[in-house]
Structures are given as C-alpha cells and as structure tokens.
C-alpha cells in the first residue's frame, strides 16, 4: 500500500560531500530510494560523498541533479521545507509527528512527497521555500539550534520509516526467550536457602523469615535464564564445597 | 524535575574523529551535556573531532576518557546498550519508545543515565554489554541496517529530547497569525467574482452557479493573509483595468 519510492528527499545547494554520501547512507538505512540534489556545490559524483555514503553507493549514483527547486519538485505533489527554528514566513509549521501524518495520508492516495533541505551555511531561502506547502519543524536547544544536515535527514528518515513500516510500528519489545520457569529458580532459590541455613547465615532467628524473603526478591525480579541460574547453582556449590583458606 | 545532566552519552572504542565531534554536535543540538569516551582509536583531543563539533567544542573538551565500559560506567544507574539489529544475548531487547519511557522513569528519580554506542567498525561486543540493564533497539531496512555513529545518537538524543522536554512535547503546530478573516476573503471573492460576471466569465448560465462555487472553493481552503489578498486584489484589478493587447 505504502511505496517508500515516492518520498524524494531533496538538498538544496549543499557543500561538502561528505553530507551528502551520509545522508544517502541514512536514506537508505531506512529504506528510502531517492535522492535528488540542487546545484551541489562541488563536481558531482565527488569522491568524498562516494566514500561516506558506504553500502549506499547506488543512492549517490541513482542520484538527481537540479538547477533550481522548480525543477526538482515539478512532478512531486506535496513538499515541506525542513528547518530547526521557526520561520516567520507565510507557512505553516508542524511538528514532526503531525507533519508524518499528513505525509502517510497522501503515500496512501500514491501521491509523491518531496522533503526539502537546505545548504550546512545558510539552510532554506524564503525563495526555496516558494514551492513548498508546510514547514517541518525539528525542535532543538534554541541556544544550539545549528543541525548537521545529514543528522536532519536521520531524524526524519528515521520518524516516517517507523511510522510507515507497520511492522516496525508493531514491533514487540523482545524478551529472552530462555527466561527460566519459576520452578527452575525456585529449586535454586530452594538448594540456596538450605546451604545458607546449613552454614549459620540465616540469623538471628527472628529476622531469618524476612531474610529469605530478601534473597528470593533478589532473584526473582531478574528474568533468570536456565543457563545462568544453572551457573548459579554451580557457584553456590562451589563455594560450599571449597574448603581452603580464602584469605 | 527532569535533569538533561543526568543523561550520559558514552562512545565506546569510536575510530574517526568527524564521528566524536558529529556526535558531541548533535548531542548539544538536544541539550543533553555529558560524553564520555572509552579508548578512542586516535589521540585525544584530535584536531578533526573539534571542527566537525563546530559550536560543540565544550562536549569536546569536557568529555572523560575511560580505558573500559566498566570505569565508565561505574557512577551511573541504569544502563542501555544501543543496536540496530536484535541481539541473541540474554538482555530485554527495548523499542526505542519504551526505552524512553524507563529513562524517564529513572530520571525522576535522579538517577544516571549511561547509553552506550558501539566503535564504527564492530558495534558493542558481548563483553561490552555485560553493564547494560536494557538493549534499545533502532529498526532499520534489514538489507542495510549499518547506521553511522553519529546519526544512532542524533535519532536517540532527538527522541529523548522531545519526550523529555515538556515544552516540546506540547509544541503546537504554528499556522501564521497573519491568516485573513473570512470577511476579507469573501470581499476579495465578491469582487472577483463580480468583475468576472462583467467580463462574461461566468458562462453559460446554467453553469454560473457552480463555477461560482468552484472559484470560491479555490480560495477558501488557502489560510490566505490579508496582504495576499491585497495582492490578488491589486492582480485582478490591473488584469481588468489593462486596455493594451497582451499577445
């Protein structure tokens, strides 16, 4: 239903290659294809950008090269403009959450979105932004608001590829699947408690019922594997067993 | 309540400098302070590490050097290993939102928190990991899941910062304030609509009241502000008061 093909991630006039191999990369990281790029500012493909971009060379050289944003954008149908600080421009300015929204909205009528950024020196011109329908803005300490672009793509690639990928969306936290029963750690926490009574721990008398409530709340709130309740075991056995000076 | 001091980034064995510095940068972009450093390849400082940290030459200089995970982690309360693959290793594997709700947690407590990253090269070894509460999880395209350094942090740092920041978290998507009341908008529509009956657009009669409503659709649903309705005023009025032959 969604087709990550039809979101275009769009630089405007950026400078070093290195920010453009590592914005590929990070496109491609979470699954999107293409990139399309506006008067880059050095010969293009350039080495540096190869060399960043690692397994995302086909990016670097699928990649597009404009003139002007008008010709980048001329057969996408929605595009935002990108920016770490509040522009006191006509447009209007969502968040990020609610900008992916209106984004997964039209990938579902399979409509093409365009994601402008701006250069690493002086970001969008109001004149860049012409073309755009919203502005997305990425909150950041307002002291040190300066984001590397290729950091700026991350965020973005990396919101819409969980919000998108439904699978990713229900991603269930996984837990070790060799958490041990609780008889397993019972007959531990059983073997434990005998060997410390057998050895004098358990006292005085009157605290030895809470004391053995402590040890078995030590355990039982961490989720125990076989293995390393069986090593357990091993250590206390061990232990119990050594009957050298340990000193 | 919320202490962004209490957040500690911890690189551990990272190989190129950009990376520290890309990485100290975009830490400070979200607030957060705190970088630690285990066994970094290259002398430390390095000259590349301080110009790709551009306004973040503070973290640079202020981060702590350590020869191992368990001196860095040493003062710290709840720890998180950072992947972009699941880990068959014996630890709860966490979506980073879940994640983010334990950090939380455990911030309000005034507790420290450490995230670990692993080098460029080979991630976090099983040995590294053995300090960490948690794994965060970052899903990524399963055909090319190896993400830079610095942009695992940048995504990490962005969604920490937004949940954390209570400010942030209730951003309100910004429409201009600009934005024209309707009475102005419909004036622009009577007038426009008005000057096209006289010029004999609205026609054939039978369809003049749809193509009305047509029109005034168009415009209704562009929050416009009164300058640019001003503008199209001035537009259509020079348009009709032109006398000159346009071809």
């Known amino acids: 239903m969604i087709n990550f093909g039809n979101i275009f991630f769009i630089l405007v006039r950026p400078q070093l ?3 453009i191999g590592a914005s590929a990369r990070v496109i491609k990281n979470f699954r999107f294809k293409n990139l399309r790029i506006i008067k880059p500012r050095d010969i293009w493909p350039n080495k540096k950008a190869i ?3 690692v397994g995302a060379k086909d990016l670097v050289h699928n990649s597009k090269i404009y003139q002007d944003v008008n010709s980048a954008v001329k057969d996408l149908h929605i595009v935002f403009g990108t920016t770490s600080r509040m522009r006191s421009i006509n447009k209007t300015n969502l968040n990020l959450r609610d900008a992916i929204k209106i984004i997964i909205k039209n990938l579902k009528r399979n409509k093409k979105i365009g994601l402008l950024f701006g250069s690493e020196a ?4 109001n004149e860049d932004l012409v073309n755009t329908n919203y502005l997305i803005n990425i909150p950041t300490n307002i002291s040190f608001s300066s984001i590397n672009l290729s950091h700026a793509i991350a965020i973005i690639a990396y919101e819409l590829f969980s919000s998108l990928d439904r699978k990713i969306l229900n991603i269930k936290n996984f837990y070790p699947s060799s958490i041990a029963s609780k ?4 007959n531990f926490l059983d073997f434990l408690i005998k060997r410390l009574e057998m050895i ?4 005085p008398k009157e605290k030895k019922k809470i004391m053995i409530q402590n040890i078995k709340n030590t355990f039982q709130k961490s989720a125990l594997s076989s293995q390393e309740i069986r090593t357990l075991l091993g250590i206390v056995s061990s232990l119990i067993k050594y009957k050298g000076n340990l000193h």
Chains 1, 2 share one sequence.
């Open 17 to 19: 290659g290195e920010n």
């Open 51 to 53: 060399s960043t971009s």
């Open 122 to 125: 002086s970001g969008l011109s």
């Open 183 to 186: 008889k397993e750690l019972n």
């Open 200 to 203: 004098g721990f358990l006292k």
